[in-house]
């Protein structure tokens, strides 16, 4: 079992920017083919956010393409989420995801993001 550990998240007013973080325990982030952030707002499914592979390329949901940037830096073995311009529903719980191919994906314990209009 890999240990996904998260960090970032709080409170902001609409239009403001918040920094997600996220990094495993104990192996690098070149193990894993793909990573990135779901989130699941009260009431609602889990939704992907964005994702970058290993080879960089990265894909975003339509709602938050423009103003969300997900980043990866290897020599800090860690993966970032700039969130700027945000809105209130971008109030979620935001998880990191690592997934390893056949070897099955990783989930963060979830960070709060809350969005105030």
């Known amino acids: 079992q890999v240990q996904v550990v998260g960090s970032g998240g709080g409170s902001v007013q609409a239009g403001g920017s918040l920094r997600l973080s996220c990094a495993p325990v104990?192996?690098?982030?070149?193990?894993?083919?793909?990573m990135g952030w779901y989130r699941q707002a009260p009431g609602k499914q889990r939704e992907l956010v964005a994702i970058i592979t290993t080879g960089g390329s990265t894909k975003y949901a339509d709602s938050v393409k423009g103003r969300f940037t997900i980043s990866r830096d290897n020599a800090k073995n860690t993966i970032y989420l700039q969130m700027n311009s945000l809105k209130p529903e971008d109030t979620a719980v935001y998880y990191c995801n690592l997934h390893r191919g056949s070897a099955g994906q990783y989930w963060g314990q979830g960070t709060q993001v809350t969005v105030s209009s």
């Open positions: 104990s192996m690098s982030i070149l193990s894993f083919d793909a």
